[in-house]
């Protein structure tokens, strides 16, 4: 009999409970206990969705992020969060937002860095380490979340970071090489297996997806270290990996001294066989057999073709789980009453997922016959899927094959360019912008839900975006920004708001996923060919700029970005969509430019988010996602000046894949980081302008000047101050005006001061 378990759960809740239960609780309308309250209800739930799995995870579930939540467990937050006053959510939240509910302004400090974890568009609060680092024992939440799953009649799996990973994901704030912490890390998880075993638990799940990176000699002794002194715990560990292939590291994953081991078989279906093969004939072999990233439907049949041989091998030592964590798709597909009934037909969120978990279980364990009519359901949704002539578009694949000899090339140098554009767009040494969104206020999302439901005619709605729109000129105007943007109040999501003007996308009511903390995001549904049947932003950005006589950004997201950052076919390559994606959003700069707009900015917030995790991978994916960029930027005049925004990434191995993209300016977040990523351009010489971020935008806390200041004259060590920018690290979009008002007065001040020091 096969086993089946889960890696992970959507931890918001299928209404994004846990999103408004922290926004409650960090305005001060909701009790820590009220807030405990609903976090326990919330697993609670979750647990019951995921009846009928032979393990359930637990310890998956967090109020902000999984890596910070093994920090705490470890005993190891930044010594600026630990004050006197305050409770431990308090001093985790100060770690994850600079500050808590019960902290004043004046209390504020600077906030955990956040990164992208791995290729996915979720982010973690990174671990900072030091020489003299120190870790203790704080299980306390783990042994909680066993005694609530118990109670509710369940075998608790607990989650935890394996050692390897947790100090891979971490940061040296000195000159400490990470590995020498490890040593005084593993005695405290071999405390906590011990503690976890000690409550009963048998098994418990042991991440460690730097397995599927690649890895030096240190970091591959690092496992054999870590785990042979782990080996003499009670627990029994099951070693998960996700999100790749092993690869030379396979050989390393199947001969730990660990009771499992977990294969990503949607990521790497042909180390199966190796892995099977290698594996000692007294270990469990997890496959990871339905998609945790993406949500379409699994081909069944196809599935249980090549895994019947699999299971006749291996009878009960085989378990079936999903990829990864669920923690990237959706709850619910079910709660989708809005969605074409074709295409909902061909989706599966994290419910289905595990739907279909377990008839592959019982299809092993009991044959093919006892699940007769679900594997006759699925075979014709998948079918129907490949013959939809909704997915297939032949005029696209018409200009896309029309484009093969097309470079994306400017034509001219950046120096010959920016020429050009300072005589078409006359600005100062450090001049200011944002990167484009502005808050999102409650006026702003009521008139476009009553727009939606038909509340509110088109016309009234575009009345009353253009008075949102002329507010957010008029207080850049009276603030002094030098380049100003609409502030984007016509849009819900940047990706989605395009999506929504595009063929070939489809979009969820309920969709959402974690991004970081409360802040979640709806993938719209990228199913078929792409094409733009008409202009998607430049009646807005028209009007913005006919009132003002400073220049404004026309704002759109780039290929690689809505790629990323959609849930994305996978019946055709990756780079052939985002070249679709480029062709139509190429046809709306030139329209913005035919429009008189002069400055244009792409983002391409999520280009890392796609990098490959393996270094021989990432050539390839660079090359077609700055083709596509430079394909959807590059068509415009000298004088047009092409801006591109990138969000929380590190750049150093990168960085001549960022410069090829040609844009005229990249902004990039930097604040958090304290200019750290600017390192980069220390040993290349980065061609074009760039505004390193000074303003984090992420942490309720106001910025000060003379941070600012000092953040600028970093970055000018690395960049000729003749090509810096000054700007916030992303979007205003999440933070209130009473925030970003004097934020900004501030930063314009800084770059004022700026400019005296060049003069």
Request: glycine share 6%.
């Amino acid at each position: 009999m096969v086993t089946t378990h889960n890696l992970g759960f959507p931890r918001i809740g299928a209404r994004r409970e846990l999103k408004h239960a922290l926004e409650s609780f960090w305005q001060g309308s909701l009790t820590e206990e009220q807030l405990q309250m609903e976090g326990e209800a919330l697993r609670h739930k979750n647990w019951v969705t995921q009846a009928g799995v032979d393990l359930v995870p637990i310890g998956d579930f967090s109020f902000y992020d999984q890596v910070l939540d093994m920090s705490v467990t470890l005993g190891h937050l930044p010594a600026r969060a630990h004050r006197e006053e305050g409770s431990d959510l308090d001093r985790y939240f100060r770690v994850a937002r600079g500050r808590s509910a019960n902290d004043h302004e004046d209390c504020a400090i600077h906030a955990g860095e956040m990164t992208k974890w791995f290729n996915t568009n979720y982010h973690y609060i990174v671990p900072e380490f030091q020489a003299d680092t120190e870790f203790s024992l704080n299980p306390q939440r783990l042994l909680d979340q066993i005694h609530e799953a118990r109670n509710q009649g369940l075998v608790p799996k607990p989650v935890i970071i394996g050692p390897v990973t947790y100090l891979w994901l971490g940061k040296s704030k000195d000159d400490t090489d990470k590995l020498n912490l490890l040593h005084r890390l593993l005695p405290i998880y071999a405390e906590l297996l011990d503690r976890l075993a000690a409550e009963g638990v048998e098994w418990v799940q042991i991440d460690e997806p730097v397995l599927v990176t690649d890895l030096d000699a240190d970091w591959r002794h690092a496992f054999n270290v870590a785990y042979h002194s782990l080996k003499t715990t009670n627990a029994k560990l099951l070693v998960t990996t996700y999100f790749g292939d092993l690869r030379e590291n396979l050989q390393l994953a199947c001969e730990l001294p660990v009771e499992g081991l977990h294969l990503d078989a949607i990521s790497a279906p042909e180390e199966v066989a190796r892995v099977v093969d290698w594996l000692s004939p007294h270990k469990i072999l997890s496959l990871g057999i339905i998609d945790g990233r993406n949500i379409w439907r699994t081909d069944l049949g196809n599935t249980l073709d090549w895994l019947e041989p699999v299971h006749e091998r291996l009878g009960d030592r085989l378990w079936l789980a999903p990829s990864c964590s669920l923690l990237h798709v959706p709850v619910d597909v079910s709660s989708e009453h809005k969605l074409e009934a074709d295409i909902k037909s061909w989706l599966a969120f994290a419910v289905q997922k595990l739907d279909e978990l377990k008839i592959l279980a019982r299809a092993l364990n009991q044959g093919r016959a006892s699940v007769h009519a679900p594997l006759t359901d699925n075979a014709s949704v998948i079918q129907a899927r490949r013959d939809s002539d909704r997915v297939h578009t032949p005029a696209v694949r018409e200009a896309i094959t029309n484009l093969k000899n097309h470079s994306g090339s400017r034509g001219t140098s950046f120096s010959e360019r920016i020429q050009a554009q300072r005589g078409h767009i006359p600005l100062p040494d450090y001049p200011t912008t944002t990167i484009g969104s502005f808050p999102q206020t409650p006026d702003i999302r009521q008139a476009r839900q009553q727009f939606r439901k038909g509340e509110l005619t088109e016309a009234a709605y575009i009345d009353r975006i253009r008075e949102e729109i002329a507010d957010c000129v008029q207080r850049q105007e009276e603030l002094g920004l030098d380049v100003l943007v609409h502030g984007e109040a016509e849009r819900n999501d940047m990706v989605e708001y395009f999506g929504e003007q595009l063929d070939g996308y489809a979009f969820s009511q309920f969709g959402w996923v974690q991004s970081y903390g409360s802040r979640c995001v709806k993938p719209p549904i990228l199913f078929g060919d792409i094409s733009r049947p008409t202009a998607m932003t430049v009646n807005w950005i028209c009007f913005a700029q006919s009132l003002t006589d400073k220049p404004l950004k026309g704002m759109l997201t780039g290929p690689v970005t809505m790629l990323n950052w959609s849930f994305v076919r996978n019946d055709q390559p990756r780079k052939d969509t985002a070249l679709q994606l480029a062709l139509a959003i190429r046809e709306e700069v030139l329209d913005l430019e035919k429009a008189g707009v002069k400055i244009i900015q792409m983002d391409e917030a999520a280009l890392r988010e796609g990098l490959p995790l393996r270094l021989a991978d990432r050539a390839g994916y660079l090359d077609w996602a700055v083709h596509a960029f430079r394909i959807a930027a590059n068509d415009v005049r000298d004088e047009t000046q092409i801006h591109t925004h990138m969000c929380y990434s590190e750049f150093n191995d990168i960085i001549e894949a960022i410069a090829r993209m040609d844009a005229d300016v990249i902004t990039i977040e930097t604040s958090r980081s304290d200019m750290e990523l600017l390192d980069a351009f220390r040993g290349f010489e980065y061609p074009n302008d760039i505004g390193p971020g000074v303003y984090d935008i992420h942490s309720p806390n106001l910025p000060d000047k003379q941070d600012m200041i000092g953040l600028m004259k970093k970055a000018a060590d690395r960049i000729p101050s003749d090509r810096l920018w000054v700007n916030p690290d992303c979007g205003l979009k999440t933070r209130k005006w009473e925030e970003v008002i004097p934020a900004l007065r501030t930063m314009v001040q800084a770059a004022r001061e700026l400019r005296q020091s060049v003069q």
